[in-house]
């Protein structure tokens, strides 16, 4: 019987942790701010599935021992929350993503460490 690496097995329960843990443990932390939304605009489950795909992106970046590639996705992501910031709801909207994305990015960035330190270690 062939065994799985466990290389494999870290770097894939990893990115299980980091991305869809992740975006349960930031919904946590951000859901405070959610109530002081006045609408509910955009897609629903976009800002869900964003946050999956910078936090998968983020794991794939330190993995692949890229970490400056993260500022593209700080770029893109300020570019985005910063030009539709026009009144007093799209400025709560705005801080609102912000303060998402920085806890998302923090997380997505620790976890990641995390793993690389583990499979240096381990595996």
Known sequence: MNEIPLSILVSVAGAVVTVWIGGFVV???VSPYADQLDENSGLKEGGRLIGYCERLLIYVFVLANAPSAIGFLIAAKSIYSFGESSGERQH?????????????F???VTLSYLVRWVLRIFA
Not at 93 to 103: A, E, K, P, W
């Open 27 to 29: 919904g946590r932390i």
């Open 92 to 104: 709560k909207r705005s801080q609102y993503v912000i303060i998402g994305t920085l806890v998302s």
């Open 106 to 108: 923090a997380y997505a």
